[in-house]
Structure formats: C-alpha cells, structure tokens
C-alpha cells in the first residue's frame, strides 16, 4: 500500500475537501433527524395548547352564562377546521358541557381530569386545560388529536435531506478536483524551474507567475530572492575591479592635485609626497621622504612656536588653515603657502595630511590691486568736480571736492542717507523717479538740481549719475559727479537781464532814430516846396531883365544871366528830385504781378520821344513776370537808363542793354539764387573805388562839368530796390562801361 | 394576594351552595354581576370615580334582597366595593346599574329619557322592555333564562359591549 506522504498532492486536496464536506453534512443530518421528531412534536403541541387555550377563553362566557348549544357550536367549528379528532367541555363538576367529536372517529370514553396535562396514548395525543377566569375555575376542556400527520413530517423531511446531501457531496468532489488542478499546475512548474536553476547554476533568470495567491507571492519572494543572488555576485565582482581602480585613481589623483600634498604620521614624519609637491620644491620624491616639513621645506622667518600649537590641533582633530613662508631645501628660495592639515584615516592608519598651495602670486596681486586702489582713490581726492558713490540712498565714498561743495565733513556724509542735500524728502524723491527712470533706459542720468549745502545756502549743480554693473553683497553701486554751477547760473541771469536791457535802448533808440528820420523828410521835403518860389522869383527876374536890357547888356551880361537861368533850371530839377526821393520814402508799396519787358520797353519809348534825334541802341533781353511796384519800378528803371544815356552821351556807339540772369545762372556767377536783372552800358564807366559812394544821396563821382545831374538817381534807385526787399549793386572800369545789377526780392518766388 | 384568595374560596363555598337552591333571582343577580365583566362604561362615566362603590338601583319590586345584600358583602365589581338601594324616579341618576323590574310604559319611558346618555346601565325582566330601550332584558324559554340585548340603545348611550356577550344574546337591532 502506497504511503500517504507518496500519494499526489492534487488527490490529497480532493480526499480533505470530500471528508470536510461529508463528516459536518452526516453529523448535521443525524441531529436534525434526532431533533426532527421532537421539533415536529414541539409543533404539534403548540398547536393544540393554543386551541385550547382558545376555546376556554372563549368558553367562559358559554359556561358563565350556561349557553351549551353555542359552546358546541363553537367547538366544532375549531375541531373541523384543525382537524382534531375529539373536544370535550366538562363542567367543574366532570359532567360534559359541550363536545365534538371527528365523524370517523371511534369515539372512546374521555376522562374528566381536573389538571393541566397531556401525553401521548395509542398514536393519539391527549390534551387537557382548566378552564379559569379571573381565578375562578369554570371547567375543563380536553383535546384529542391523531400523530399520523406528524409521522408523515418527519418521514418527508428525511427523504429531502438525502438527496441534498449527496447532491452537495458530488459537487465537493467536482470543486475539488477542478481547484486541486489549478493549485498543483503552478507548485509543478515551480519545482520543474527550481530544477533547472540549480543545474545551470545561473542565477539571472525570472520565474512567470500565474497568480496572485500564496504561490505567486512565493514566484515573487522567489524571484526577489534570485535576483538578489545575482545582483550580490555581480555587487561581488564590480567591487573586486573597482577596489583596483580605485587604487589606481586615487595615485592619480594624488599627484595630479594642483597643491602640494604631503602625508605625514603623527610624529611630523614624511609618510608620502606628490608630483606637485616634488616640483613645487624641486626635489625628488625619495629625497623628500627623508626631510621634514618644519626644517629643510620653511623659512627660517617662520613662528615655529605657533606651528607647534597647530600641530596638536590638528592631532586632536581640528583641522587648520594657515599661511607659511616655504623654502626650496636645494636653492633657498622663498615662497609663501597657504597650508591645510587634516587629521584622517587612511587603511586604519591615523595620518596628517597637508595640501600647500603657493600663493606667492595671490599675494602680489593683491599688493597691485592695494596699489592701484590707493591711486584711484588719489585721483577720486584730487578731481575738481564732486564724485561719489551711492548705494540705495547712502552715499558710500565722496571725494574731497564733493565735500567742500556740498559743505559737509567727509565723515558726516559717508554711510549716511543722501536725501540730507535735498531741499525735501519729497524733492529727493521726485528726483529719484526721474533719475532712475534715466538709468533704466540709458544707463547713465544727466540732470540739473539744486541742493541745499550744510550752511543752508541753495547751489545749482549738473549731477550725472552712472549704474556701475557690479554689486557687492548684493547691493547695486551709483556712481554720481557733479559741478557746481550756481555762479555760471548767475552770470547767464546777468547776460538774458542785460540783454533785454540791451534791447529796449536799441527800440528806444530806433524810435528815437525814425522819428528824426520822418523830421528830416517832412524838412527836406518842405524846404524843397519853399526854395521853389524863391527860385522860380529868380529866374523869373532874370528873364525879365534879359528881354527888358537886351540892347543895353553887353555879351558878358547876357552869357551871365543865362547861366543864372540855367542854374535856377537846374536847381529846379534838384529840387524835384530831392522831392520825389522824400516822397519814394513815405509812400506805400502796391505789388502787382506783371511783365518786366513792358515797362522797359515804355521807358524806352518816352526816352526816344523826348530825345527824337539820338543815337543810343537799346537791346532788351528779358522775360520775366515780376512781383512789384508797377510804379516805383518805372521810376527806378527810368533813373537806371537815364543814368546809362547820361554816361554814354560823349561817346560815338552808345548801347544800352536790359537783361537777366536766371537763379541758376546767378548762383554760379554772384552766389545768389535768384533772378538779377541788369542795365548794362558802354559808356564812361567809373573807379571801382568809388563804388560804395554811388548809390549815397548827392554823391558824385564824376564831375558836373562831364556830366551833368542832381547825384540823387542812383539813390532814388537804391531806396526803391530796398522797398521791394531787394539788393543793387554795380560792375564797372572807367571808360570801359558800367553794368548796375539788381534782384527784387530775398525769395525767388517775388521775382515770378 | 392572600386575601383575595380567601375571598374566592369564601365566595366558592358560600356562593355555590346558595346556587343550589335555584331561585330564578338569584340566576338573575348572578348574570348581572356576569354582564359587567363584559360591558364597558361609556368614558366619562361616574363608574370611572375609584371613591364610589359599584351602584345598582332596583325600580320598582325588590326579588333580590337576600341575594344582593350577600354580594354586597362578598363580590366586588369592577374592583369597587356594590351598594344598592331601591329606587324612586328621583333618585335614578346616582347610579351606575339600574334594574327595573315591573312598571308601566309611561314610567318606563320616563327613566328612559332621564338616563339617555349618562352612562347608567338599564335591565329588565319583562317581555317587550328590550324593544322599548332597556340595554339587557331577560326572558324564559322552557324555564331557562336567556337575555335579549337592545344593540341600538347600547350603542347610542356609547356602552361598549364584548362580542362573547353578544354571541349569547338574542339581540335587538
């Protein structure tokens, strides 16, 4: 016979899942059956008990009021209905009340009994119950009822229980088998794969699971486990090549530190050294093991007291920093070191390490950067305008010039708040905003402000303020300079108060100026107007005494006073013109737009119908509209050609010409750009000397003898040119011609 | 407990002999202590009162006397002490259970309107009274005495009467 511990687990499972169903379902069904009798009794005996608690309750009455038809009524009615096989109401005195009885019954003699009892007897159950009320006991009343209903029960009962049972023993069997097989599936292939496992000795695989119960946990611990195994062995292996590399690293490391590393034991000696250390001493590292750190490596200039205390320091675990003068044991030389010494453990050996990092150069440059500092500073004190250094508010640094500017103590302005110079806190803050506004969009601010000095006096100052772009502890730096320009202020106030001054005496002046000017006007106008009637008295007389003496005046006589008259004639003229040129300066101008040419040409024209017999060519070369006096442009141009026909009377070809440059000609030959008009001559001609007396009032330059005129033409002309807003001048050589040019107007557009 | 079990075995001797003699009043007295097992008062009602005894008047011929000064002594209804007295018209009202026994219809008709609704119990013994308005009227078959209930009266004077009386009853509707 097989083992049990042989068998298969899967039929194990099946045979405890069959006996854990079979062995609770027999002892239950054998219990229920020997409860089931008793149950079904229980039941039996509820049911008459209550009948017949009923029927006496409600046989009182029947009883009390001595009604025995109702009574039967009554009973019979329950007997049918519950199918008793007998009632029985006895009166207290055991004769009978009332009853029934089930019409197939044999009905037997039913004792009276004056108790409450009842018990089983030939198949049939007997009840009885005394009949009470309010304590007073009327009668009996006896139930009889058969049990084979009851026997039917329980049979029926056993029937339904059996089949149940085996029903629910078959479907055990089916459950187990069915939940054995997935059970054992996933148990088998963990044994198959452990197997091989451990035939390959390979620890890098992973187990499939198929569940989430007990087993997949297991496949899970499993597999952790597994993989551990190998993450352990391949731990185990990195940390064998690892060890040797980091050996190798750390030697190279060692000596590829830029500072000096020394190891020293406890007791000063030279453990180890690096390459650095080797070049930075220049020696080798063997000769190096053998000297110490405190002799042949320092100068002598070192406080070896103080390097006495560090050591043991540094043997109790704190670790140090410090300068030292290092000497090259070979040449002497001396360098300076900064040194760290730091106790640690190396393979369980308490050592001292030293890194020693030269900082002979450090140490120059910072003496240069000392150095150059100092000159800044310097050149800060000496600048002759304010320069400081602002922080937020505070003001950081501020030069001598600045103080004495200000009028405030170098020692009362640094690291206080610069709103002290401000006229308020809400001037400085108003300032502020502009100035920083400034900065942000430009770097720099320029502004002018007034500040308050110390003695309360208000100077102007030119303050440019400059964002320096480093910061310090996180503060930003202004740099500001300023000058003093109160006085400059001041003297521009005198300069704008003289001038105004200035310029009310000039308009007073004019005034004054024009005022005598018209004065003058009005007199040479009406002397002018009274020298004619004297004049025309003289040359009136004159006549007379020439026509009345004609016989007694001799030749002398008569050549005398023709000249009177032709003086006088001549005065006349002189006189006109002098009234015209007064008159030219009070009238208005009226500018009309028209052609040049035209007015040329009717001068012409009345020049050759006063003059029939001339010999003068005209040639006029001009076609421009002109913006003008119509006017006042005929008496200029009638001066300018009378002027040239006058020059050229003594000479055999007189030609007079009118014409034009255009703007563009102009420009090239006179740098005007505008159009310029000339009357051009060939006749006497004058000294380029003389050219500025030409246009004057009453200048001549050449002699009335050679030709006659009053000298007020070329100044008639001039003042009409100047009305118009233009400009005349002249070109000439003696005996070679003169050409008098001229423009009408500063604008070309005048001239259209 | 003690004592009220004396009093049942004193009322079991003394009561069932006098059963013995028969008498059809005391038949009667007995059923009428019965019918208050089984009747209620209408709410309200002076019964209600624990200070007053159980009151029944007897209008008209007293055939109870013995009989009823025996209960007095020995039977309590509704858990109250009985007192009776027999009755003119005006005494009627004081009481809780009236029996009339021979009278005319016109006194008849007077008691009843007088108790109409006051919660006076009302039991009579001569044919045709049941009709007339009595609550309980007995009578005689074969010299057995039964009782007839007037349902109408019972219900409009708002007594509440048991159904196990009422199955034993010929009833008045």
């Known amino acids: 016979m097989k083992k049990y511990a042989d068998i298969s687990l899967k039929y194990k499972i099946i045979v405890i899942i069959f006996f854990s169903v079979f062995i609770p379902l027999i002892l239950a069904i054998s219990l229920i059956l020997l409860n089931g009798s008793k149950f079904y009794k229980n039941e039996l005996y509820n049911k008459v008990s209550l009948s017949a608690k009923i029927i006496s309750d409600i046989s009182v009455a029947d009883i009390m009021f001595n009604s025995p038809d109702v009574s039967t009524n009554s009973i019979s009615f329950i007997g049918k209905n519950a199918n008793f096989l007998q009632i029985t109401i006895f009166t207290k005195n055991g004769g009978i009340f009332s009853e029934y009885s089930k019409d197939n019954f044999s009905k037997k003699e039913v004792l009276y009994k004056n108790e409450n009892v009842s018990y089983f007897e030939n198949e049939n159950f007997y009840y009885y119950h005394i009949i009470k009320s309010n304590g007073i006991v009327y009668g009996t009343i006896s139930i009889v009822t058969s049990t084979e209903e009851l026997k039917a029960k329980v049979f029926d009962f056993l029937l339904g229980t059996t089949f149940i049972a085996i029903l629910i023993l078959a479907l055990a069997i089916y ?24 035939k390959n000795d390979s620890y890098d695989v992973q187990l499939q699971k198929l569940g989430q119960d007990e ?18 062995r391949m731990e185990r292996d990195a940390a064998i090549s690892s060890l040797k590399v980091s050996e190798k690293n750390f030697r190279e490391i060692f000596n590829s530190s830029h500072d000096a590393i020394f190891i020293h034991n406890l007791n000063k ?20 093991l053998t000297l110490s750190f405190e002799k042949e490596f320092s100068s002598k200039n070192n406080n070896f007291a103080s390097f006495e205390k560090i050591w043991s320091n540094v043997v109790n675990n704190y670790p140090q920093e410090f300068n030292w003068i290092a000497q090259k044991p070979k040449t002497g030389e001396e360098f300076i070191v900064q040194v ?21 150069e450090i140490i120059k440059a910072n003496d240069r950067l000392q150095k150059s500092e100092t000159k800044l500073q310097k050149i800060f004190d000496i600048l002759q305008v304010g320069v400081g250094l602002l922080s937020n508010r505070n003001i950081i640094e501020i030069n001598n010039k600045a103080c004495e500017l200000i009028g405030y103590s170098r020692e009362e302005l640094v690291g206080k708040d610069s709103s002290i110079i401000y006229k308020s806190e809400l001037d400085f803050l108003r300032f502020s905003e502009i100035a920083v506004d400034e900065i942000a969009k430009n770097g720099f601010s320029h502004n002018e402000i007034e500040w308050v000095r110390k003695d309360n006096k208000i100077i102007t100052v030119i303050l440019d303020l400059m964002q320096l772009d480093f910061e310090v502890d996180g503060q930003g730096y202004i740099l500001f300079s300023f000058l003093d320009i109160t006085n400059l202020k001041k003297a521009e106030k005198d300069i704008k108060e003289l001038n105004a001054d200035l310029e009310n005496r000039v308009n007073k002046r004019t005034a004054e100026l024009e005022f005598a000017n018209r004065e003058l006007e009005a007199f040479s106008y009406s002397v002018s107007h009274d020298l ?57 101008i009226v500018l009309e737009n028209f052609k040049i040419e035209e007015i040329v040409n009717s001068v012409i024209n009345s020049f050759n119908d006063s003059l029939p017999f001339n010999n003068v060519e005209f040639i006029v070369n001009c076609n421009y509209n002109v913006v003008a006096d119509p006017s006042l442009m005929r008496i200029a141009i009638t001066n300018l050609f009378s002027n040239a026909i006058k020059f050229t009377s003594k000479i055999k070809n007189p030609t007079i010409e009118f014409g034009s440059f255009s703007a563009l000609e102009s ?6 750009e505008n159009v310029v008009f000339f009357v051009k001559d060939n006749g006497a001609g004058f000294n380029m000397k003389y050219v500025n007396k030409l246009f004057g009032a009453f200048q001549r330059i050449h002699s009335t003898k050679d030709f006659e005129g009053s000298g007020i033409g070329l100044a008639t002309v001039n003042r009409i040119i100047k009305k118009h807003g233009g400009k005349i001048w002249a070109d000439g050589k003696i005996d070679e011609g003169a050409t008098f040019f001229f423009t009408l107007s500063d604008s070309p557009d005048f001239n259209l | 407990m003690k004592i009220k079990n004396i009093i049942y075995l004193l009322n079991a001797l003394v009561i069932i002999p006098i059963y013995a003699q028969f008498t059809e009043y005391d038949v009667k007295a007995q059923f009428m202590e019965r019918f208050t097992q089984y009747i209620e008062w209408p709410k309200g009602a002076a019964i209600y009162n624990q200070e007053i005894p159980f009151r029944i008047g007897i209008y008209g011929e007293n055939n109870f006397e013995y009989k009823l000064n025996e209960m007095v002594q020995f039977v309590k209804i509704k858990n109250k002490k009985i007192k009776y007295k027999e009755l003119n018209s005006d005494l009627l009202l004081d009481c809780d259970l009236i029996f009339i026994s021979k009278c005319s219809d016109e006194e008849l008709s007077k008691i009843i309107s007088l108790t109409k609704g006051k919660g006076i119990l009302l039991i009579s013994d001569s044919d045709g009274f049941g009709e007339k308005g009595v609550h309980i009227n007995f009578y005689k078959v074969d010299n057995k005495i039964h009782f007839e209930i007037n349902l109408s009266a019972v219900k409009s004077d708002l007594f509440n009467f048991s159904s196990r009386l009422l199955r034993l009853a010929r009833i008045i509707e």
């Open chain 1, 269 to 288: 000696d030279i453990m180890d050294v690096n390459e650095t250390m080797s070049q930075m001493y220049s020696i080798a590292r063997n000769e190096a």
């Open chain 1, 340 to 360: 760290n010494l730091k106790k640690i453990l190396l393979s369980d050996n308490e050592i001292i390490l030293s890194t020693v990092r030269d900082i002979t």
């Open chain 1, 532 to 588: 004619r009637a004297p004049l025309r008295g003289i040359r009136e007389f004159s006549k007379i005494i020439l026509e009345d003496n004609m016989e007694n005046l001799d030749d002398d006589g008569k050549t005398h006073l023709l000249k009177v008259i032709n003086h006088t004639v001549a005065m006349n003229h002189l006189i006109d013109d002098l009234l015209k040129l007064s008159k030219l300066s009070q009238e208005k």
């Open chain 1, 175 to 198: 459950v187990g088998e069915k939940f054995a097989g997935n059970l054992i599936i996933p148990i088998e292939n963990l044994v198959e794969k452990a197997g091989q496992i451990t």
């Open chain 1, 215 to 232: 087993i997949g946990k297991l496949y899970d611990s499993l597999n952790i486990m597994l993989s551990n195994i190998n993450s352990r």
């Open chain 1, 667 to 672: 420009k090239e030959k006179f740098g005007i």
